[in-house]
């Protein structure tokens, strides 16, 4: 991660293609990249993940954990997904979450909770939870994305076959823990996606 100012990015495509999220200043939060994005939502949006060859975004709801600005969730939600929860738990990067959920009228469509990703004590939130769709994107090289995806599975969160993707640096390896089953992994410049499924 490198310093930055405040700025913006943007939704990919979908419903609200082009408008612009807010990023807050400084390196502690680090959104997906408008490419990295692309990327990633057009291998979900392909169908591959599915029974059917359905896309995955489809109906989803989602879990966006380390949430930061809510880039991925709200990306989804653009594309299809009907639901999502955001799990962030810095007080600055949820206050610009809760902006660009705002700035989008996405309130009825989603909850922000101030919670630890790799330590969730929340139970899931119905009709918002569990999810059939998640993303993780801690920092890079923390180790907590394994952390999160047990503890999320342990108490519920996730529906037997959910499609699971964590995003790590290019040069991280990630071990998922029991009961994931790995089915790709993507790099895209210093971006690395495992995708994973939630086994029954």
Request: glycine letters at 12%; charged letters at 20%; hydrophobic letters at 45%.
């Amino acid at each position: 991660m490198t310093g930055k100012p405040a700025g913006t990015i943007r939704i990919v495509a979908g419903k609200w293609r082009g408008r612009k999220l807010a990023v807050p200043d400084g390196d502690a939060t680090r959104p997906t990249g408008e490419r990295q994005r692309k990327a990633l939502f057009d291998i979900l949006g392909h169908g591959r993940f599915a029974p059917g060859g359905i896309s995955c975004l489809t109906g989803a709801s989602v879990l966006d954990a380390f949430a930061g600005t809510g880039a991925l969730g709200l990306e989804a939600l653009s594309r299809g997904a009907v639901r999502c929860v955001f799990v962030e738990n810095s007080a600055p990067a949820r206050r610009t979450l809760e902006a660009n959920i705002r700035s989008l009228g996405a309130g009825p469509e989603t909850r922000a909770l101030a919670m630890d990703s790799a330590r969730p004590t929340a139970p899931p939130l119905a009709p918002f939870a569990p999810a059939t769709l998640v993303f993780l994107d801690p920092p890079y090289r923390s180790g907590l994305a394994a952390t999160a995806l047990a503890e999320f599975a342990a108490r519920g969160w996730l529906v037997p076959g959910a499609v699971c993707v964590v995003e790590l640096a290019q040069d991280e390896t990630f071990a998922a823990p029991a009961g994931f089953a790995a089915v790709d992994t993507r790099d895209y410049g210093k971006t690395r996606f495992a995708f994973f499924v939630r086994e029954t």
